[in-house]
């Protein structure tokens, strides 16, 4: 059975990575649900895709200039605030499991301190396009499940499979070829395909034989 991964929550549906969007994928019946990582000026994990924050809220400013009294003073829309890592895990424990994609240096170490605290460290995957930081996630706790995110298939990708160790890789839709998907799989690594917000296109990378899909839009697949 595939796994259906909400894009920041459920983005199609709600503002993405609030907790709206979260409650959403929950709501719907997603697998899990994706969400994205920063630190503010203090230290605090914020919840959000971007480095400034000018996109998703009514404000002006780099997330990692800010504090986090002075993130959490900011509005998304449908009067949504930005959360914390520790706020989404308050929503989602037990309902539903979570894929963090880490964005910044530092971040590997703070989240493995809130899925310990929480206790939920085997019901987390853990993503990035960056290697360094997978990297120091694994060798902090090597049970934590870590995959490659990319948008075009890396130089040595088989090669940084056994080095990291990745348990996954997650390939935007483009990528996914049946050539791809069979190396992973023989690799005992799987597939997780993102950005997949169309249902003719969901379906063919389900016959290629993909994992998960990450969309924007979990009700073209689900009907639970």
Known sequence: MVKIVGHRGAAGYAPENTLLSFQRAIDI???????????????????????????????KGMVAGMT?????????????KLPTLQEVVDLCKGKISLQIELKVAETPRAV???????????????TSFDTGLLTEMKSLNPALQVGLLFDRVPNGLWGLVE????????????????ELVD??????????????DRKDVGDRLIALGVNEIGTDFPKLFLDR
């Open 183 to 196: 190396r992973a799989h023989a690799l005992g690594v799987k597939v997780y395909a993102y950005h997949v």
């Open 68 to 80: 986090l009294e002075k993130l959490k003073e900011l509005h998304c829309s449908d009067n949504q």
């Open 112 to 126: 493995l301190q809130v899925l310990v605290e929480n206790g939920i460290g085997d019901d987390v995957v853990i």
């Open 29 to 59: 019946g997603c697998d899990r649900t994706e969400l994205d990582v920063r630190l503010s000026k203090n230290g605090e994990l914020v919840v959000i895709h971007d480095a400034n924050v000018s996109r998703v809220t009514d404000g």
């Open 163 to 178: 080095k990291i160790p990745l348990d996954f890789i997650g390939a935007k839709y483009t990528c996914v070829t049946t």
